[in-house]
Structure formats: structure tokens, C-alpha cells
């Protein structure tokens, strides 16, 4: 069966000496899963827009680090402009040119997505060709209807089936990181690391990241994590 680890898998709080050493361990086995098809490069991915223009995916976001979500029905939508989540990450990373966020629908009916008035506005939203370039991914996904991704700036795929908009402060590092072409679970190891028994930065080089990154002085550190490996 497949695991399913949520953010409310616990909240995943970091507490306590053994306690801690236990939800590292399980941290570590979900985001173990973001470096899975590191090899796969999506620049020739062909995205169709709202007037069934086709562009590859490079044209539209080259020399971007890309966070998306896929979503193939109308009961099922990525997080949007409601979702308090997403839009305070987007706000958090508003001040990195380099980052833009997205989402691509995997369903079949390419007219009904056209018509939906509900899904997300914007130039950000596409239409996800089925077709030889993209055949390994949809190969990849299975069941999976729902899940966020990370592409570097060169196109590689460096976090599948990431972190989500809710997996406070491991969401930020990871995608943060993917900036400099680290992949999702090198990223997130270093996070979980970094962070001892009293629930504080270990280094200097975190504590500045966080004080910069969120506007505000580290204090003790919880962040949750899910997914859908």
C-alpha cells in the first residue's frame, strides 16, 4: 500500500532528544522521494494555453526555478489565490525574480479545462501535452493526481512529488535551494540536520537563511512535512 505521510502526520513538530531522533527519521523517509527522476529534464514539454497556443516549456520559463502542481479533475484542484498556504509562499518568495509558480492540467478534456472559470488565473496555468516528450512523466505519476514539483533553471527535475505549500519552512528551504540546482532531498536532508534536540538551528548559515528568508529571528523550529511518494 502506498504511504502516506501528511503534515498533520503529527504535525510534524521537532521535539525533544529521542523523540526528535524518531520524527527525523521519519521526515527523512518521505522527502528520500524528492531526488526520485533527477535525470528527467522537462524543457521539451509542450504546455497548451487558455487559446490552445502550444509553447515548450522552456520558451515559457527558461533561466526559472519553477514550483507546480498537476491536477487532472475539478474535485481535485491545486491550492490557488484562497488558499492561504499558497499565497504566503508565493508572497515569501514575491522578492526572487528567479521563482515562479504554476499549474498544469494532466486531464484528458483539454476543452472542458479551457471553459473551467475556476480554475487558477493567470499565465501561469497550462494545459500539459500527453505526447512522446512528456510520455515518461505521466509513465511516473501513476495514481497520482495532485502533487507539487520543482524544476531548476535548466529544465531537470529536481524534486518529484515535493513539498507541499502547507510543509511550513521545508517547502521554503527546498525550493529556496532549488535556486542553486540542489535537488529536493539533499536540500531537505541538510534542513533536517541542521536542527538539534531543542528544536534550534545547529549553523550560522541556517539562522541567517531563516533571518533573511522570513523577516524575522529564528527561534525554536517546527516545520511539517507531506507526501504522496
Not at 49 to 74: N, R
Not at 113 to 121: G, P, R, T, V
Amino acid at each position: 500500500m502506498k504511504k502516506l505521510f501528511y503534515a498533520s502526520l503529527i504535525l510534524l513538530s521537532l521535539s525533544q532528544s529521542s523523540c526528535t531522533m524518531v520524527i527525523k527519521g521519519l521526515v527523512k523517509t518521505v522527502v528520500k522521494g524528492y531526488n526520485n527522476h533527477t535525470e528527467m529534464n522537462v524543457s521539451s514539454f509542450q504546455l497548451a494555453d487558455q487559446e490552445g497556443k502550444k509553447h515548450s516549456f522552456t520558451s515559457l520559463y527558461a533561466g526559472k526555478t519553477v514550483y507546480f502542481y498537476v491536477w487532472a479533475s475539478k474535485s481535485n484542484r491545486p491550492p490557488g489565490e484562497k488558499n492561504e498556504d499558497y499565497t504566503a509562499l508565493k508572497k515569501r518568495f514575491s522578492k526572487y525574480p528567479d521563482v515562479v509558480f504554476a499549474d498544469f492540467f494532466i486531464g484528458t478534456d483539454q476543452a472542458a479545462w479551457a471553459a473551467d472559470d475556476q480554475k487558477n488565473a493567470g499565465q501561469n496555468s497550462y494545459f500539459l501535452v500527453q505526447d512522446e516528450a512528456s510520455k515518461k512523466f505521466f509513465a511516473a505519476l501513476k495514481e497520482s493526481t495532485m502533487v507539487p514539483f520543482i524544476i531548476g533553471k535548466d529544465g531537470k527535475m529536481l524534486s518529484f512529488k515535493g513539498p507541499k505549500v502547507q510543509d511550513h519552512t521545508l517547502v521554503d528551504y527546498v525550493l529556496y535551494e532549488a535556486r542553486n540546482g540542489v535537488d529536493g532531498t539533499a536540500a531537505a536532508k541538510t534542513l533536517i540536520r541542521g536542527v538539534n534536540s531543542d528544536e534550534r538551528f545547529k549553523t550560522q548559515l541556517l539562522k541567517d537563511w531563516y533571518q533573511e528568508h522570513f523577516n524575522k529571528n529564528p527561534d525554536k523550529v517546527n516545520f511539517s512535512v507531506s507526501s504522496t511518494q
